[in-house]
Every structure is written in structure tokens, then in C-alpha cells.
């Protein structure tokens, strides 16, 4: 039985766990060669400052969190490039510890901030990132890494959002302690339970397709006008929506004044 004494978290540091993390790139978004993270990248980021974090179920890796460090305005952060849990350990708080344990090395190492894109049509991936860490998102990228080998992205753009984890702020410190506050959105974006059947199927892309593209407009529209992803919620029958509003806490490098 899987608990949560039976998953070891713990950066990954022999090549053979390094190569682990490319056989579960190819189980989990069965990539083509081309768009997989060679082994090297996996090296190189674990020798300028970057993570490999796995999670080991007894010897074997099972999951694996994957950044690389970067700067913005002039000041470092770390981007999350990937993340991914086997389908059997899915559903299980495992995605969540994963990126807890970033946390943790990241302030050790005195970053504030850690960056990442995921899919907006994806609901368990956007609770997770907005709901139950609590990053935020104001950035929209259209077809992001150009058009992708994985089936899971249905033949869509690679449309993505920008999440940004602001990992000593009030609102992340808050949410991790107690929970998220209420919010009273200026504006939600709606994602229907539907839209997973509706990539899968030929016959059905274009409602998927359709859906993108009136989201993708409501996200720049918004964005463009100062709002930022603030909540994310899910109903009981799987679909998702995004409540969106204003960002006011002093936390980013965006709303910091220049010294002379």
C-alpha cells in the first residue's frame, strides 16, 4: 500500500537515477525522441545550481521534479521545467510533495522565486499550482514550445501560463499554514471536465480547440488590463475555473523601484 512512509523525497545523484527521469518523460507524456531532456541537461542542471528531486519508492524513482537556474531583472530565480509522477502514484499528495521539497532546497539556497508554465486546459494541474501552493499567474504564451509529440496535448498549440511562486511571500506562507483565503474574483475563465474527451477524439478536437482559443483571449484580455490568476476551484463533477483579480502584494520584480 502506498503511503506517504513508503515514498522517499531526495535529490536524485547517480546516472542511473538520472536516466530514470527520461523513462518516466516517455511513460508519462510519451514524447518523441526529439522533445525528450537528454541526460545531459539532467547533468548540467545539477552542476549550475539547478534540481533534480526524486521520489523513490523503495529503489525505484517514481516521480521527479527538474529546474534550471535563470535571472530576471537581474535577480536569480529557479524555472521549474518539468514535473511528473508515474500514473500509479498519481492522486496521492505525491505532485504537491515534489514541489514542497523544491521549496524547501530553494530557500535554502536563498531564492524567492521559483517559475513554471502549465497547460490552462489542464484542471489537476491548475488546482495544484494555484489552489494548493499557491502561485499566482499574470502571463499568457501562446504555443509556448511549438507543437508537441505528446497525444495529452490533443493536436492543440502548446498554450501556456506563466505560474510564479512567490515562496517567502504572505499569500504562499498563508495558504500553506491555513488554507486559501475567500476571494471575490473580477473575472473567471471556465474550463469544462469535457475537454480531456474532447482532445482524445478526432471528432471532438475542435470543441477543444475552440475552447483555447476563446480562454486564450479571455487570459490576455485580463492580463492586459492588470488582473492576475489569484484562485482556482473545482465542483464535484471535475470542471474547473479560474478566479481572477488583483495582485497587490509587494512580491514581484515587476513592482520593485529601481535604486540610483
Not at 93 to 111: P, S, V, W
Not at 158 to 176: F, H, I, M, N, P
Not at 208 to 235: I, P, T, W
Request: hydrophobic fraction near 40%; charged fraction near 25%.
Amino acid at each position: 500500500m502506498l503511503t506517504a512512509e513508503t515514498i522517499v523525497i531526495r535529490k536524485c545523484v547517480e546516472f542511473a537515477e538520472l536516466q530514470a527521469c527520461i523513462a518516466i518523460q516517455k511513460d508519462v507524456w510519451q514524447f518523441d525522441d526529439a522533445d525528450l531532456v537528454p541526460l545531459r541537461m539532467f547533468v548540467v542542471a545539477q552542476k549550475i545550481g539547478g534540481q533534480v528531486i526524486g521520489a523513490f519508492h523503495g529503489k525505484e524513482l517514481v516521480g521527479f521534479v527538474f529546474s534550471i537556474p535563470g535571472t530576471r531583472a537581474g535577480k536569480p530565480y529557479l524555472h521549474s521545467h518539468m514535473m511528473a509522477v508515474r500514473e500509479q502514484y498519481r492522486n496521492s499528495g505525491l505532485g504537491q510533495k515534489l514541489k514542497l521539497a523544491q521549496r524547501e532546497d530553494a530557500l535554502a539556497r536563498h531564492f524567492d522565486l521559483i517559475e513554471w508554465t502549465f497547460d490552462p486546459l489542464e484542471i489537476k494541474n491548475s488546482f495544484l499550482n494555484i489552489a494548493k501552493l499557491g502561485a499566482i499567474t499574470r502571463r499568457y504564451s501562446v504555443n509556448h514550445y511549438g507543437m508537441s509529440s505528446s497525444p495529452l496535448q490533443g493536436g492543440l498549440p502548446t498554450d501556456r501560463l506563466v505560474a510564479e511562486w512567490w515562496l517567502r511571500s504572505k499569500r504562499v506562507t498563508g495558504l500553506l499554514k491555513s488554507g486559501a483565503p475567500p476571494l471575490k474574483p473580477v473575472v473567471t475563465i471556465d474550463v469544462p471536465a469535457q475537454i480531456y474527451e474532447w482532445k482524445s477524439a478526432p471528432h471532438t478536437r475542435e470543441s477543444a480547440k475552440q475552447l483555447q482559443l476563446r480562454n486564450r483571449e479571455a487570459f490576455l484580455k485580463a492580463f492586459s488590463e492588470g488582473l492576475a490568476v489569484l484562485a482556482y476551484e473545482r465542483d464535484t463533477q471535475g470542471n474547473g475555473k479560474f478566479l481572477l483579480g488583483r495582485w497587490d502584494e509587494p512580491w514581484s520584480y515587476a513592482h520593485e523601484e529601481e535604486t540610483p
